[in-house]
């Protein structure tokens, strides 16, 4: 593990999910290494480890924090398989905080505004993604409505 790039660790995570795997001996050394790699973890590894660590409900506030700030930093270069990835991470709630999901949802928004090159698997996979937030804070409940719109008109 300790050797492990971004990509490795990724593809190891996710398939220790599939496998239903939940040492917390691998976890926690995935976890751990997630953290040492995170600064130099862009997209789609960065999202692909999020979704792996929020699917196994491994909740580590280091790697959280660690974690939603990179993807906050990260955010501008987000495309829609991206976003897709990061709503599915966030519908445990545990990985959700309402800011975050917030400028996510913004960013989504956007890119349904301004680009036309969506494809029609991100699109569902986004829509799938939005359905899976329930329940939702009130005070997203615009931005949801407003995302799913865009997304029926896409």
Not at 38 to 47: G, N
Not at 105 to 117: G, K
Request: neutral net charge; contains cysteine.
């Amino acid at each position: 593990v300790e050797q492990m790039d971004s990509v490795t660790l990724a593809v190891l995570a996710d398939k220790c999910v599939k496998e239903n795997i939940q040492d917390p001996d691998i976890w926690t050394k995935f976890s751990w290494r997630a953290q040492q790699l995170a600064c130099r973890t862009y997209e789609p590894d960065l999202v692909y480890l999020f979704r792996a660590f929020s699917r196994a409900d491994w909740y580590d506030q280091n790697l959280l924090t660690t974690y939603l700030g990179r993807l906050h930093r990260r955010l501008h270069s987000f495309h829609l398989p991206d976003i897709a990835v990061v709503l599915e991470a966030f519908s445990n709630p545990r990985f959700r905080l309402s800011t975050y999901l917030q400028k996510t949802m913004l960013h989504l928004v956007l890119l349904l505004q301004h680009r036309d090159d969506a494809k029609v698997t991100d699109l569902a996979r986004c829509c799938a993604a939005l359905c899976s937030l329930r329940p939702l804070q009130k005070e997203l409940e615009g931005e949801l409505r407003q995302a799913l719109e865009l997304l029926a008109e896409a």
